[in-house]
């Protein structure tokens, strides 16, 4: 599973954990993360985060 | 600022600071700024489109209360949440504790920490449809337009988009429209005033400006309401067609026809300025295409524009007083680290006695997230032939690793 770092702010989002107050389910991958995510920690969009 | 109608159901109920001279530390306003706020009604339901400055809260709660008087206004629209757009949300929602805000997720996010209350937020996401007294309010986000949280409001009732800071300028029009400026001969100073601030809020979004643009092409809208600056209309004397196609020029991707690597230095004795003159020489010998611009920042009034259309970059300082130099520093000052990040770089100078200049140079740059090389070129005091040779040597290898 891998990680996905925000560039914007260093918040990283990891496959294996997923974000649960986002209703992320654990071990989504970064592709099925809705496009419309946001980073939770400066608001970042999708297209700012890269795979650490 | 008195209230001003700008269509059968929205009215401008923003406030102009016209003394105002610098905006948020680094803008020039020569021209003052207004904090433009909005007011749409619609069979009974209301919407704020904007707070002001927190400094301008009782003139624009004035304004609001003119045209509702003591009904509540149902809902804040927070297109952007910067304080000068979203300062007067806390007082606000004093004085209104039932009003919905509506925000982006992102804006969602931060508003919560600019408040720092409970608010009431309803989030929405792209192209939502909002239903609003039986009309409709067309949400579309616009993400670093200018920032992460920004987004439009359609009103296509009245054909008219709500783009916050997009499209806006820092000045002052007391009728609120553009058609008006004309009028009283204040057409340059608003078109520099327009071109500057794209300059200094979108020019490192320009990939985004254009993805926003696509956005809003096939929405039907004759008027936009930005948050600073006039009202734009596509009626006689009106700015909204050209603004967009400004936008549009201003954002077009640039290509260098050369791999285009300018070297930045400063000297006082000519030695940084020799070892700038062989670096060039190395990376001829590897890329004889590239253009090489040696420029000297004591004479150059352009190198920071220079700097940014370059594919990558050195800079010479000598080292005074334990630290590079200022108009060295200067330059650096300007650097765009959104879109400059990851441009490769490299940092050399000659010093005297201990030379701190270069690795406070690679410190900075490293922070900003360029792709600095760990490695400078120093020398000390006047290069012998084999520090000529070893910058040689470095701009060689400064040039094969691009």
């Known amino acids: 599973m891998d990680k996905y770092i925000c560039t914007l702010c260093g918040y990283e989002y990891a496959e294996e954990a997923g974000l649960s107050e986002e209703g992320i389910e654990p071990g989504t991958k970064w592709e099925d993360v809705p496009e419309d995510f946001v980073c939770p920690a400066c608001g970042a969009p999708k297209d700012m985060f890269v795979k650490s | 600022m008195s209230i001003k109608q700008i269509s059968e159901n929205v009215y401008s109920i923003g406030v102009l600071n016209p003394t105002l001279r610098i905006f948020d530390v680094i803008m020039k306003t020569d021209y003052g700024t207004s904090y433009n706020a909005y007011l749409i009604k619609n069979n009974g339901k209301s919407a704020l489109v904007e707070t002001v400055h927190a400094k ?16 509540p206004p149902d809902y804040l629209i927070m297109n952007h949440n910067e304080p000068d757009h979203s300062g007067s949300v806390a007082k606000l929602t004093e004085i209104y504790p039932d009003i919905i805000i509506i925000e982006s997720k992102a804006g969602a996010i ?7 209350k409970e608010l009431n937020i309803k989030t929405v996401s792209d192209n939502e449809i909002f239903d609003f007294g039986g009309g409709e309010l067309k949400f579309i986000v616009a993400p670093f337009l200018h920032w992460p949280d920004s987004m439009f409001t359609y009103f296509a009732k009245d054909k008219i ?3 916050c800071d997009f499209l806006g300028a820092h000045f002052c029009e007391p009728t609120a429209f553009d058609y008006n400026i004309k009028k009283e001969d204040y057409e340059a100073e608003y078109n520099g005033a327009f071109v500057y601030y794209y300059n200094a809020i979108f020019g490192p979004f320009k990939p985004y400006v254009l993805s926003g643009l696509d956005k809003i092409k096939d929405i039907d809208f004759e008027t936009a309401c930005p ?3 006039p009202v734009l209309t596509k009626k ?19 290509k260098n026809e050369a791999t285009y690597i300018p070297i930045f230095y400063c000297t006082a004795y ?3 300025g020799i070892l700038a003159e062989n670096i060039k020489t190395g990376i001829k010998e590897i890329i004889p295409g590239a253009d090489v611009n040696i420029i000297n920042l004591n004479m150059a009034d352009s190198a920071s524009a220079q700097l940014h259309l370059s594919d990558a970059f050195l800079i010479g300082s000598p080292t005074i007083n334990r630290d590079a130099v200022a108009p060295v520093w200067e330059l650096i000052n300007t650097i765009d680290a959104v879109s400059m990040r990851d441009r490769p770089c490299a940092v050399f100078g000659s010093y005297g006695w201990s030379g701190e200049g270069c690795s406070n140079l690679i410190a ?15 020398c000390q005091f006047v290069p012998s032939q084999d520090d000529l040779d070893a910058a040689i040597e470095y701009g060689r290898e400064f040039a094969k690793s691009l």
């Open chain 2, 161 to 163: 988009l709500f783009t």
């Open chain 2, 227 to 229: 948050s600073h600056g």
């Open chain 2, 270 to 272: 000519g030695n940084t």
């Open chain 2, 236 to 254: 006689d004397g009106g700015n909204l067609d050209c603004a967009i196609k400004a936008y549009a020029e201003m954002s077009a991707p640039h």
């Open chain 2, 364 to 378: 900075r740059l490293k922070g900003l997230k360029l792709k600095v090389s760990e490695n400078p070129l120093r």
């Open chain 2, 110 to 116: 931060y508003i919560k920490n600019i408040a720092n």
């Open chain 2, 56 to 71: 301008f809260f009782d003139e624009y709660l004035e304004n609001i209360k003119s045209i509702l008087g003591d009904t």
